[in-house]
Structures are given as structure tokens and as C-alpha cells.
């Protein structure tokens, strides 16, 4: 992976992740938990939570960690493959517990979420021929963003001000 690429992709899902809390999930082909950040609320409740505006696609392995250990595994193979029902278990188990930091794997884009309670969420990065994951917002002020973990260890950025396009340079290779 690009360290530039790597970089501009963490400053980014910081800033859409940060103080944010999985608040759902739906499966469609895919699991896709849904992310939501508390907002000052009108109403007079602490806060409101949008939903829907930001959804992380997860489409390889996951395993989530009581803190965060020594060594993430570097393999799709190094991650157990659990059934369907315990991977929309652990996002449930996630709910409302706010991601503190955001972290990109060194070799490969593995998607690293350490929450509030200390627990970390560890999602594969590498694929050779698939994205393993994606970071989409939806009606998000400002403009939408896409962050993915594209195939042979890259992430791509699409950013709704500039249309930054990390993978561009894959283009030429094909």
C-alpha cells in the first residue's frame, strides 16, 4: 500500500468515524453495518442520531478483539470463518460503543476501529481480486465519501470536493 494513499484514507475515516457508534445492520449479498454519529439535537434530548448516513460494507473476515493484541493477523486464512448469525452478532455486540481511533494496516488496508470500551475491531484488508471492505456516506453535508479497500493491497479515496481517486495508477497497470 501507497503510504501516501494509506495516510490521505486514515485522515479520512477519522473524520467520518471518530465519536461515531454502529447503530445497525443489513445484509444484502453483503453484511453492511450502519453508522451513526450522535448530533445536538433540537429537541431538547442530548442528542439525535442520524442514521443511515454512513455504512461500512464489510464483504471479507472480521474478528473482534477484547483490546488490541500484539500482532493483527496478516492472512484471510489467519481470521476463523464464523456463520452469518455470529458476524451480525458481534456488530450488535458494538452498538452504541463510539469508535475512538482508526487505524490502516501497514502492508494491506485492514480496516482497525478501536472503540471506547477498548475493544477492537480488526476487518481484512487484502484481497487479489475483490475490495474487502468500503466506508460510504450517504446525504452527508458536504458531499459523499468513498474509501475502499481495493484489490492487491491499495485503498481508494473518492473524495466529494476534489473526486480524489487513490487508485487511479491501478488504471494504467490494466
Not at 468515524?17 to 443489513?26: D, K, Q
Not at 455486540?93 to 482508526?102: E, G, M, N, Q
Request: hydrophobic share 45%.
Amino acid at each position: 500500500m501507497y503510504e501516501e494513499h494509506r495516510h490521505m484514507a486514515e485522515s479520512a475515516l477519522r473524520m467520518l468515524l471518530v465519536g461515531a457508534s454502529f447503530v445497525g445492520a443489513r445484509w444484502y449479498g453483503s453484511l453492511i453495518a450502519m453508522v451513526a454519529r450522535p448530533r445536538a439535537a433540537e429537541n431538547g434530548r442530548p442528542y439525535d442520531i442520524i442514521y443511515g448516513e454512513v455504512s461500512l460494507s464489510i464483504e471479507s473476515r472480521f474478528a473482534l478483539f477484547a483490546d488490541r493484541p500484539a500482532m493483527f493477523p496478516d492472512r484471510f486464512e489467519d481470521i476463523p470463518d464464523v456463520p452469518f448469525h455470529e458476524q451480525v452478532g458481534t456488530i450488535a455486540r458494538l452498538a452504541r460503543d463510539p469508535i475512538r481511533d482508526v487505524a490502516l494496516g501497514e502492508r494491506h488496508p485492514h480496516l482497525i476501529l478501536t472503540f471506547a470500551s477498548g475493544r477492537v475491531f480488526f476487518l481484512n484488508g487484502y484481497d487479489d481480486k475483490y475490495e474487502s471492505w468500503t466506508i460510504e456516506t450517504t446525504k452527508c453535508s458536504g458531499g459523499d465519501w468513498t474509501i475502499v479497500a481495493v484489490p492487491e493491497s491499495d485503498v481508494a479515496l473518492f473524495d466529494p470536493a476534489n473526486t480524489v481517486d487513490l487508485a487511479e495508477d491501478l488504471d494504467d497497470d490494466i
